[in-house]
């Protein structure tokens, strides 16, 4: 699915009050805000549907697999989403949320 088929069907879920480029706007607007959160390391909870984090991986030690010489993985900071128990189950038993 891509953000233009987010942006339809959130359009199609609102009614014919809305148009897709406000749609657009709209769905634009939280995942900029979810982006903008993120880089500065805040949890974003959505209840219902999970939560995004952003955790620190240590350096480590790796092999350049070509050379096989050892390489250091510098420390970072990486994203993380970890799913709700219910979207979890949803996902598993292939059920769809009905529309609004």
Excluded: W, Y
Excluded at 21 to 37: F, H
Excluded at 48 to 67: C, D, E, I, L, Y
């Amino acid at each position: 699915m891509t953000k233009a088929d987010l942006v339809e069907q959130v359009a199609e879920a609102i009614g014919p009050g809305i148009t897709k480029k406000d749609c657009a706007l709209v769905v634009d607007g939280l995942l900029n805000a979810i982006k903008n959160a993120m880089a500065d390391h805040e949890h974003i909870e959505i209840r219902g549907f999970g939560t995004f984090k952003v955790r620190k991986r240590r350096s480590r030690m790796a092999r350049n697999p070509r050379t096989g010489d050892p390489v250091e993985v510098p420390a970072r900071a990486v994203p993380i989403f970890k799913p709700s128990k219910d979207l979890r189950v949803q996902v598993s038993d292939g059920t769809h949320v009905p529309a609004l």
